[in-house]
């Protein structure tokens, strides 16, 4: 983002600035979650809160500018005493006075600019960093739901160009717009003073100006829409092909891919091109306008001038005075369209900002938490979705006990333990802790009850110790050691800086198995009364689940534990098992209970028992692998 | 696992923590940086200043590259704006004249003639000065925009040409960051300094001769402070480029944070990470505004500089122009031109100084461009392809040797041949090099020395398209695109029909699944396949995978997310997959190894055994070890005791 341009000072600053809210990549696309408003003047009103710890020092700048401003319109005033009195007179003596009148404004002119811009951009990148900090803070605030439904494209470009056009607008925008009024306001005034029929014809002659700009803002509006729009596709095209490089390279798919990128590139430039086209009309009239008016004056000034009604030195000082007019004028139209822009900034802003998030933490707490946690007729859909995913889900699960979830792909499972630390809400029973509602206690409260360790593990690009102490930051070393060898993550003091190495995206690159013993190392670090065990150990070789599974018996033997299963050696963690079908526990018991007496149960875990002796499957290939092969393909095999 | 192992690192790790400050308390944020960021072999594209130059100078080939083709056009440009300049220019000129010399005849009473003359010259002026500047505009934008084209698929290409070591390294945010934030620096500046820039410097020119022409004394005296000014102008754009890099750095970090907390929104929330997370992104914030404080400051030093120097310019020209005009040596209209004048003088400096500051983010993100398309693939193209007319499938590796760029070795040496058709199992403790051989096969990396063969030729004597065709891998990262579920399986093979999606779907177990989506194959499977579990996800995997067809299939961990029904369907469908094809199949989970012909133990980069799973198991080595283990894990459920492994 380019500091901030001065139109005041800034012919050309109209063709980049216009610009620049559709000069950034992002999302424009339609936001799923968000009702469209366009409140625009209201929401950009709303950001004045921002300004109000600013009040005094905004008297300094407001002040500066004004005086700045008459400066700029006395100096030729100045210019046209000297001619028409010493000059007219050949009077020397006055001359140097007056000329030294002239350099005292000059410099205080300067020095009053240096003072306002000094001062300005303290208070304009303050409201910047602020808004941004409330955005961040509020994101993180919202949940899964609404962030499953934004690109971080979409979100990413609020709290960058978006703030950046509200910064210039707050800061510069407004300044602007009144002292430009202003500007033309007195130079006007002083015109209808000098001669009020020539100024009433350069009063009249900012109409124009007014409504045109007025009727261009809202052909540029959509274009310049439309091209934001563009970009946020393309974006995802970009963030796609960068994330899943690995994929587009093992198809050998490049080609393909800029393919698209392509097509979006394409459609990019052509509504670029529009855009061109609209804002090069537009610039080019409002250029037009005074010079067109200053023929005029000439003319009709000659006309005074041979009447006898207008010397010769007002008509030129009238002239220069008038030329002080042509860019205020045409900056008009462009200040009038970056409000506009603004607004809009705005309005996407406060979508993020006035979205309430559903999930709000209660007021309680548990004195001394035991770990009892139970789903009393629970039932969850997501937002719009026809079907529950989860129905009349009931399950007690008591301090210490471990329970297994088991279910087929997608029944669920992940769903059913996200409701437990509230990154989904129940959309009707409940699920309480000790006999609290989950939703009766405060989120932070909550989630230090409960860890989970996912199966897509998240690392941020931060130290291994960062990462590993998310959820305590206050761990010791001999608990972050402890947590460590429980996962069997020793491999994390081989690393080049041991645990102060970045890893992550950023940094050192770790297996998929590595990750989600970190994974599972957070979670225990965090010292929760209820674990969740995500499928934790899907990418571990053999032996490593081994000793992981039996550190881990440790650790919920203390705490009541929730383990998502696909393998029956994680059934094992757990003292029962719940069984998930069609979107409802429908047994729960002993592993070996269910492997004798539910059918389902026994398809969704048998194959990985082989040497299960269990009746219908017949006799196995001398391998010991595979029970479940039919005969030809074991033939075909061999 | 002995703790006494760790002990030492441990202890580093120790002395190196004192001065991390308390969570939630420090305002040092500097010193804490170091803390949470962690250490990693910066591989930085954020420039050091000495390299810069280096960089300035790959910057300057590109920008050359990307203007050649309109030379012409830019030549053309130059005219149009020196004719829209003139006409400006002409303007207050004709004023004067106006004055001068139409107002007297006809206060004399001569009748109006002249002056309607300068009027309509005026008109003329004006509307020259509209087309022209339309016409530049227009021109402008249209060679902006296609460079912009040019330099988009230009890098967006190079990217998907680099190899995976080079994205290893770069990381996606960064790749994000050139193609977006980057590339609109650079519109912006060719939105708008271009003309901004030339009609500033003509101005500049065109003033500077006009004030000559009308007085040359008086002139002298305005044109006085302008190697001040250069001098000033200078000072300026070297510190704005220093301040410049920093805001883009600064800006760079708060958007990798950004972006990572918000796609790991759900470890941040269930591990209450959010206070942490704020701290840090106020700090980076606070980093970001101090470095636009001080280029603003910059600008705030700068522009009422220009305006002082010509303010007092002003003054003195009046002091001086008013003696003279006294004395009758200079007209009145000379005077009056030459305050206006002296005004388009000023002006065109603020311009220069607002395009320098485009200019320089526009080149800090060149300099990075251009350090992106100078980076050579590692694994380069071949010149001379050869055909691979219907690939078998035979892989062949000949003294292979590999290690990581910082001279680890991971493989010392491998000879190795697996006819076409075999399924082989690689089997090994994590990091033992399996995935390292199976991405040589794919040649996601080149080998050190040594070569591997597909079918007897050399896998960098074949085109990207070709090896491709032949050779496709599956890892744990099941990434999928924005679109359909038929769009992702139809991704490997993007002219295959429906049926063909379906069949493929179908075979692998996929289509049950798929079918009771809310609209089958039409579903969106959402940000990165958000709507899918794990699970599903990777089964589109494999389903792209099959329907690509390739000769070699490499499959890494892929099956590790599936449950045992999955599994189950996938191994079934694979022995009809496999039946004609060469595959490499890496699994912790021996279920997935049994499919195989042929099993190949790795240790430390070496294979160890090498031979039929049957054969493995009988000689009681590694493999038999591992299947034990293996068999135990999953009988213990049963509590039958262990199988007969």
């Known amino acids: ?638 | 696992m002995s703790t006494t192992d760790h002990a030492g690192p441990a202890e580093t790790a120790g002395t190196a923590r004192p001065d991390r400050p308390e969570h939630g308390q420090d305002g040092q944020h500097g010193q804490d940086e170091r803390a949470w960021r962690g250490v990693a072999a910066e591989k930085d594209d954020d420039s050091p200043q000495q390299e810069s130059l280096v960089l300035r100078s790959q910057s300057r080939r590109l920008l050359g590259e990307l203007l050649r083709p309109y030379r012409r056009q830019i030549a053309l440009l130059v005219t149009v704006i020196v004719v829209c300049n003139a006409a400006a220019l002409a303007i207050p000129f004709l004023v004067k004249v106006g004055i001068d010399s139409g107002i007297p005849p006809m206060a004399a009473g001569q009748g109006p003639g002249t002056l309607v003359t300068v009027v309509a010259a005026i008109l003329v002026a004006a509307a020259v000065q509209a087309v022209s500047r339309q016409v530049f505009l227009r021109m402008a934008g249209r060679i902006g925009q296609n460079i912009l084209l040019e330099l988009r698929r230009r890098v967006f290409g190079h990217f998907q040409r680099l190899s995976l070591s080079f994205h290893d390294d770069y990381t996606s945010g960064r790749v994000v960051a050139r193609l977006t934030s980057d590339i609109e620096a650079i519109s912006e500046m060719l939105q708008s300094g271009f003309d901004g820039l030339v009609t500033a410097v003509l101005t500049l020119v065109g003033t500077a001769v006009l004030l000559l022409v009308l007085d040359a004394p008086l002139a002298l005296v305005a044109l006085l402070p302008l190697p001040v000014l250069l001098l000033f102008t200078r000072w300026f754009r070297r510190q704005s480029s220093i301040a410049y890099r920093r805001t883009r750095e600064t800006v760079a970090l708060v958007i990798v944070h950004f972006v990572e907390s918000m796609t790991g929104i759900r470890a941040v929330q269930a591990f209450r990470r959010e206070p942490r997370n704020q701290e840090i992104f106020a700090g980076l914030n606070v980093d970001y505004r101090d470095a636009n404080v001080r280029s603003m400051r910059l600008i705030a030093m700068f522009m009422p500089g220009v305006k002082l120097i010509g303010n007092i310019t002003i003054a003195a020209v009046l002091l001086y122009g008013g003696w003279r005009a006294i004395g009758g040596d200079v007209k009145v209209g000379v005077l009056a031109a030459f305050l206006l004048y002296l005004r388009q003088f000023y002006e065109p400096m603020q311009e220069i100084s607002q395009f320098y500051n485009t200019f320089q983010s526009a080149a800090a993100a060149l300099e990075k461009l251009a350090g992106v398309l100078d980076e050579r693939p590692a694994v380069a193209e071949p010149r001379e392809p050869v055909a691979l007319e219907r690939p078998r499938g035979e892989v062949r590796f000949e003294e292979v040797e590999f290690s990581y760029l910082d001279g680890t070795p991971v493989l010392p040496r491998i000879d190795l041949v697996i006819p076409a058709g075999q399924s082989v199992a690689l089997v090994g403790t994590t990091g033992a090099g399996k995935t390292t051989l199976a991405k040589l096969v794919a040649r996601f990396y080149d080998p050190v020395a040594g070569r591997v063969l597909l079918d007897g030729v050399d896998l960098r004597d074949l085109a990207e398209e070709t090896l491709r065709g032949a050779v496709v891998m599956v890892t744990q990262e099941n990434f999928l695109f924005t679109g359909t579920v038929a769009d992702n399986i139809r991704f490997g093979r993007p002219d295959a029909t429906m049926d063909e999606v379906m069949a493929a779907a179908r075979s692998i177990g996929a289509h049950d699944f798929i079918s009771a989506l809310p609209e089958g194959y039409d579903t969106q499977v959402g940000k990165h396949g958000g709507r899918l579990s794990a699970g599903q996800r990777q089964l589109v995997a494999f389903a792209r995978a099959f329907l690509a067809d390739p000769a070699v299939l490499i499959l890494d961990e892929a099956t590790s997310s599936l449950d045992v029904p999955g599994e189950r369907l996938v191994q079934r469908a694979m022995r009809t997959i496999l039946a004609d094809r060469t595959a490499l199949i890496i699994a912790h989970r021996l279920s997935t190894v049994e499919t195989a012909e042929r099993v190949l133990v790795i240790e430390g980069g070496r294979i160890v055994e090498d031979g039929s799973p049957d054969r493995l198991i009988a000689e009681e080595g590694r493999f038999a070890g591992l299947h034990r283990a293996w068999l135990d894990s999953v009988s213990e459920g049963s509590g039958a005791p262990a199988g007969r492994g």
Do not use: C
């Not at chain 1, 690159?509 to 970190?518: A, V």
């Open chain 1, 1 to 638: 983002m380019p500091p901030d341009t001065d139109p005041l000072e800034q012919k050309d600053s109209k063709d980049s600035t216009a610009d620049d809210t559709a000069g950034h990549a992002e999302d424009a696309r339609p936001v799923p979650a968000a009702p469209p408003r366009r409140r625009g003047l209201t929401s950009l009103w709303r950001m004045r809160s921002y300004l109000r710890p600013h009040v005094t020092r905004m008297v300094f700048i407001w002040l500066p500018a004004l005086v700045a401003t008459g400066i700029a319109i006395v100096i030729p005033m100045v210019a046209r005493k000297i001619i028409d009195g010493p000059v007219a007179h050949g009077d020397t003596d006055a001359l140097v006075p007056l000329a030294l009148l002239a350099l005292a404004l000059g410099v205080l002119e300067a020095g009053l600019i240096f003072a306002r811009r000094w001062l300005l951009s303290d208070v304009v990148l303050d409201v910047e960093t602020r808004l941004r900090d409330d955005v961040y803070r509020h994101l993180q605030r919202l949940p899964m739901s609404f962030h499953g439904s934004w690109q971080s494209g979409q979100l990413l470009s609020r709290v960058t160009t978006d703030l950046s056009v509200i910064r210039r607008f707050l800061g510069f925008g407004i300044l602007f717009l009144v002292l430009i009024t202003v500007q033309i306001v007195t130079v006007t005034g002083l015109l209808l003073n000098m001669y009020w029929p020539l100024g009433l014809l350069v009063a009249l002659s900012a109409a124009p100006v007014v409504i045109t700009s007025l009727r261009f803002e809202r052909g540029y509006i959509d274009v310049s829409r439309r091209v934001q729009d563009e970009q946020g596709d393309l974006a995802t095209v970009i963030e796609e092909s960068a994330v899943g490089i690995r994929t587009i390279k093992a198809f050998g798919r490049g080609r393909h891919v800029a393919g698209l990128f392509g097509e979006g590139a394409d459609k990019v430039y052509r509504s670029s091109m529009e855009k061109v086209r609209l804002s090069s009309k537009f610039f080019t009239f409002l250029e037009v306008v005074p010079n067109v008016t200053l023929a005029l004056v000439l003319l009709l000034g000659a006309l005074a001038v041979g009447s006898g009604s207008l010397t010769l030195g007002t008509l030129v000082a009238f002239t220069t005075l008038m030329l002080q007019l042509v860019w205020p004028i045409s900056a008009l139209g462009f200040i009038l369209v970056q409000g506009q822009e603004a607004m809009t900034a705005a309005d996407r802003v406060l979508e993020v900002l006035d979205t309430e998030p559903e999930i709000v933490g209660g007021s309680g707490e548990i004195e001394r938490p035991r770990g009892h946690l139970r789903f009393e007729g629970v039932e969850f859909r997501f937002p719009g979705a026809a079907e529950p995913v989860l129905r009349d889900v009931w399950l007690d699960v008591r301090p210490g006990e471990t329970v297994a979830i088991v279910g087929a792909t997608g029944s669920g499972k992940t769903t059913l333990t996200s409701l437990v630390p509230r990154l989904h809400d129940v959309t009707a029973g409940r699920v309480t802790i000790d006999g609290h509602d989950v939703r009766d206690l405060s989120l932070p409260a909550l989630r230090s009850l409960v860890a989970t360790a996912f199966e897509e593990p998240t690392l941020f690009s931060m130290s291994v110790r960062e990462n590993l102490t998310l959820g305590r930051h206050d761990a010791t070393e001999e608990e972050i050691e402890a947590a460590i060898e429980t996962a069997q993550a020793g491999f994390v003091h081989r690393l080049p800086w041991g645990l102060e190495t970045r890893i992550g995206e950023q940094g050192m690159s770790l297996s998929g198995g590595q990750r989600q013993r970190l994974a599972l190392a957070r979670a225990v670090l965090s010292r929760p009364r209820i674990l969740v065990l995500d499928d934790t150990l899907s990418a571990l070789d053999v032996e490593t689940e081994i000793l992981v599974e039996e550190a881990l018996r440790h650790v919920l033997r203390d705490a009541t534990g929730i383990v998502v299963a696909h393998r029956a050696s994680t059934v094992l963690l757990a003292d029962k098992v719940a069984l998930l079908l069609d979107g409802t526990i429908a047994h729960v018991g002993r592993h070996h209970e269910l492997l004798a007496s539910v059918p389902e149960y026994r398809a969704l875990l048998s194959a990985a028992l082989d040497d299960d002796p269990v009746p219908d499957t017949g006799p196995d290939g001398e391998t010991g692998l595979g029970a479940d092969m039919d005969l030809d393909s074991e033939g075909a095999l061999r």
